[in-house]
């Protein structure tokens, strides 16, 4: 396992902590060569730490790290083959694009012409061929992220760590961004970990992602089975959004189970794990607003087919965001649920006001013991 | 109406500073260089003429206490850029916050007390019958009592303790301004300790050393008490020079002629370090 060539970084059992704080708590985990793999979580949940800890500015309290098979614990940062685009980029501000890139080659004692030959070729790559003798602060955001990148890339490195490199950009540009990067690390063929606590950055550009929680992996898989298949009522929660309910299983009924929720709804679930499946059990269920289909109540419709959950409430307001509107439902019993819906602009949309009937499937309701 | 208050208060605003400027700064120059123009022909007869400049430059003690003077503090500049460099790079960047403001205290401390007492402290440590001199002869280091006063070196190490702080404080400011990750990034790709600080940290802090490098010397050219006091009469340091002449001789003529060419050689000094080291001084400023 260690020495197979298909892994570039792998992490066995590494722990870390700060003074009484448990920062990474027991972290294993492999990336195959040329994957785009992401670390998600809250702040403070560790992954910087782990990170910093791959790069060697930190060293764990206990495991191991390899890159390429060979363990880099006694490696000093400087001599690892890990290169890391910073939070803030950390472009060097006294020297211009072309010194900025060339100066890691300049560090590994690279002759004069390879060094103008790689910086260029980089920096085409990067579709940025004419910027080299420009300064750091004449180039706008996307420029520099792009820079910040070729810098790494031009030493070949086995992994490149990205940490939040995205955090500090315009919505608009970070969008454009995410796709960027994508089509780089696949230019590039190399591996590349990237944290993030922005879980639509992660879902868009990974090939795997790990979600990240209090210093462990809750799980590991990719943006699919995340998504669809969570492990964890913190990953349900975590990854998407959803609709919350907490409550008690009441009886299993064949492959679903029922379960009573705080505020008096009985609805059929679908447990995730055995400790879900079984009666009088503390519950938490999520519910993603693309499953639930808004009826107009008194129209006129079949009764619901076996096998779903309805709910009566009242739209009490409407998010347009256009092919993802939403509307705002109030049940019965106050509680706010979100449910996709289509707003086409003609009469036919729904209003505030109006009573609605929810329905999802059973299936769709994800169920976790707390 | 509006526009009447507004600019009156922008000139009340504005006339404690353009009155300093103007009274104390402007004023008192002009005078020194009309009074620097003046030559003596007879008892309280004048002539304009440029007498006292000539003079200056023919009489080779004058200028070789003026060379004296600018070389002694452009190597005091240097130590104390030597000494205070890792001094502010631990303030800023390897202490923590709490550490730090301690820390800060502590270079200013020596500054509550006067020029003076200090120079008094430093000729208590020193002279024959001092506390270093006892030590030595009570370790057996030293036959006879040792006088550490009066040489070039005990001056050099009085005017580096002088004026290290002003050193320190511009260099630690830049370098506090400057992002760690900047640091992680030259390690992480690949520079060596001593590469990341010649090509990394130094390049980074040049606005902080232009301007520490320029308050130093600055202050240890024009610098009077410390040179007289730790090297008496074999300091000849140039402001002594300026003294003599307006004090000792009554010949104030020659003494601001003197004045203007202290100014004069001490801001070439400068202008030469700015040009050689690739600053403005606009730099130096907005940068620390």
């Known amino acids: 396992m260690v020495n197979s060539p298909s892994t570039d970084l792998e992490c066995i059992n590494i722990s870390k902590t700060f003074g009484s704080v448990l920062a990474v708590d027991n972290v294993s985990f492999e990336i195959p060569r040329g994957s785009f793999f992401s670390i998600l ?8 730490t782990l990170i910093r800890m791959i790069a060697g500015f930190e060293q764990p309290d206990s495991g191991e790290i390899h890159i ?22 950390a472009l060097f501000p006294m020297m211009n694009v072309y010194e900025n890139i060339a100066y890691g080659l300049r560090c590994n004692g690279v002759a004069k012409d390879e060094i103008d030959q790689r910086v260029n070729n980089v920096l085409k790559r ?42 500090a950009l315009d919505l608009k540009l970070r969008e454009a961004m995410k796709i960027e990067l994508k089509l780089l690390q696949h230019q590039f063929d190399t591996t590349f970990i990237y944290i993030t606590h922005d879980q639509s950055e992660a879902l868009v550009m990974s090939d795997r992602v790990a979600i990240m929680n209090q210093g462990q992996f809750e799980q590991v898989g990719t943006p699919q089975e995340l998504y669809h298949a969570p492990r964890s009522a913190f990953v349900a929660g975590f990854v998407g959004d959803s609709n919350r309910w907490a409550g008690q299983t009441v009886a299993a009924a064949g492959s679903a189970v029922r379960v009573k929720t705080e505020d008096g709804l009985e609805l059929l679930a679908n447990p995730y794990g055995a400790a879900a499946a079984t009666g009088g059990r503390a519950v938490d269920i999520f519910i993603r607003p693309e499953f639930i289909t808004v009826e107009r109540a008194g129209g006129a419709r079949a009764a619901p087919e076996s096998g779903h959950n309805t709910l009566n409430g009242v739209v009490d307001s409407l998010l347009f965001n256009g092919a993802n ?46 | 109406m509006q526009k009447d208050i507004r600019r009156l208060s922008l000139i009340l605003l504005f006339a404690p500073f353009a009155l300093w400027i103007v009274l104390l700064i402007l004023l008192p120059h002009v005078g020194m260089v009309f009074l620097s123009l003046r030559e003596k022909i007879a008892p309280r007869v004048y002539e304009f003429g440029f007498a006292n400049y000539i003079e200056f430059f023919n009489e080779p003690i004058y200028w070789n206490t003026l060379v004296r003077t600018g070389s002694m503090s452009l190597l005091v500049t240097v130590l104390a850029l030597i000494i205070g460099f890792p001094i502010a790079y631990y303030i ?42 006892n030590i030595l002869q009570w370790t057996g280091l030293a036959a006879a009592p040792v006088e550490m006063l009066y040489n070039d070196v005990t001056v050099v190490i009085g005017l580096v303790y002088t004026v290290i702080l002003f050193m320190i404080v511009p260099l630690a400011s830049t370098l506090d301004g400057m992002d760690n990750s900047m640091i992680e990034a030259g390690y992480n790709l690949g520079g060596r300790g001593t590469t990341v600080l010649r090509r990394i ?28 006091l730790l090297g008496g009469k074999n300091s000849s340091w140039f402001t002594e020079q300026i003294y003599d002449q307006f004090i000792t001789r009554y010949n104030w003529e020659s003494g601001a002629a003197f004045g203007m060419l202290l100014l004069a050689f001490t801001s070439l000094v400068v202008w030469l370090g700015l040009r050689l080291t690739g600053q403005s001084l606009a730099n130096t400023v907005t940068k620390t």
């Open chain 2, 92 to 133: 800023a960047k390897i202490a923590g916050p709490r550490v730090r403001g301690a820390l800060f205290l502590f270079c200013l401390v020596p500054l509550w007390v006067s020029d003076l007492i200090r120079a008094f402290g430093w000729i208590l440590l020193l002279r024959e019958t001092g506390v270093v001199s």
């Open chain 1, 68 to 89: 390429k098979g060979k363990s880099v614990l006694n490696t000093a940062p400087n001599k690892r083959n890990v290169k890391m685009v910073f939070q803030h980029l």
């Open chain 1, 41 to 48: 979580g809250p702040s403070g949940c560790g992954k910087t």
């Open chain 1, 325 to 370: 509107s939403r509307a705002l439902v109030r049940s019965a019993s106050s509680h706010l649920i979100e449910a996709d819906i289509v707003l086409t602009g003609g009469n036919e949309d729904l209003q505030p006001g109006e009573n609605v009937t929810l329905i999802w499937p059973a299936d769709q309701t994800m169920c976790f013991a707390t």
């Open chain 2, 201 to 228: 940290i130094i390049p980074y802090a040049m606005p902080g050393i232009a301007s520490g490098c320029i308050i130093v010397f600055m202050l240890t050219a024009g610098s009077y008490l410390t040179p007289i």
């Open chain 1, 126 to 167: 990067i579709a940025l061929p004419d910027v080299g003798e420009r300064e750091i602060h004449q180039l706008s955001g996307g420029q520099k992220q792009r820079i910040a990148v070729a810098r790494c890339m031009v030493l070949d490195p086995d992994v490149l760590l990205l940490d939040e490199p995205l955090g």
